[in-house]
């Protein structure tokens, strides 16, 4: 899948986000994304990880029970942990995330929810420079409330100078309406 931004700079460039799946073995998800970075000299061995997070706003969804009020909840899900460790390779930095998904029930009819999440690159600024949604599926075992996945991303950072991994930022956070963004701040401080 091809992803066209605006260039703003050469750092900013997005080339493709495309998500593989694997049965058995969770997502794999493989970022290509930001062109080179400026060699500005110094060892090319080294280099450094782009760190990984949520955001607090976008790390629960709620999904309200149709024609219940504003509280009832029916179901949910959150971004439990999002853990990153990274590689140099040939043409870059490579990151390796792995994301703990909770989902929550309010009653057993509730046998599956499917929940849209996104991960986005960010640059030192804040700037999302690229992002691409992805849906997480939860499948309750018999009568149990609660259940946790684990989703496996990959991202690839092909930059000229990988010193200069630790200049971005991976984002991973659930895809909210503003109204659910509300909901989360009302609900969740």
């Known amino acids: 899948m091809e992803i066209n931004t605006e260039h703003r700079t050469k750092e900013e460039a997005i080339r493709r986000i495309t998500r593989t799946v694997r049965r058995g073995g969770g997502v794999v998800l493989l ?3 930001l062109a080179a970075c400026s060699n500005f000299g110094g060892n090319q061995d080294t280099f450094t990880c782009p760190s990984a997070t949520t955001v607090p706003d976008l790390q629960t969804l709620a999904r309200l029970t149709p024609g219940g009020g504003a509280d009832d909840v029916q179901s949910a899900g959150r971004i439990a942990a999002v853990n990153a460790t990274c590689d140099k390779e040939k043409a870059g930095v490579a990151s390796y995330l792995s994301i703990d998904f909770a989902f929550l029930r309010t ?37 149990a409330a609660t259940m946790r996945t684990t989703e496996k991303v990959t991202a690839h950072l092909p930059l000229t100078n990988p010193q200069l991994g630790n200049v971005y930022t991976i984002v991973v956070g659930f895809q909210l309406s503003k109204n659910e963004i509300d909901f ?5 401080q």
Do not use: C, M, W
């Not at 996104?118 to 075992?141: E, M």
């Not at 989360?184 to 969740?188: D, E, F, G, M, V």
């Open 31 to 33: 970022l290509t994304g």
């Open 107 to 143: 009653g057993p009819t509730v046998k599956h929810i499917d929940l849209p999440y996104f991960v986005a690159i960010a640059d030192s600024a804040g700037n999302i420079l690229g992002k691409q949604q992805f849906t997480v599926a939860a499948d309750f075992p018999g009568e």
């Open 184 to 188: 989360n701040r009302a609900h969740l």
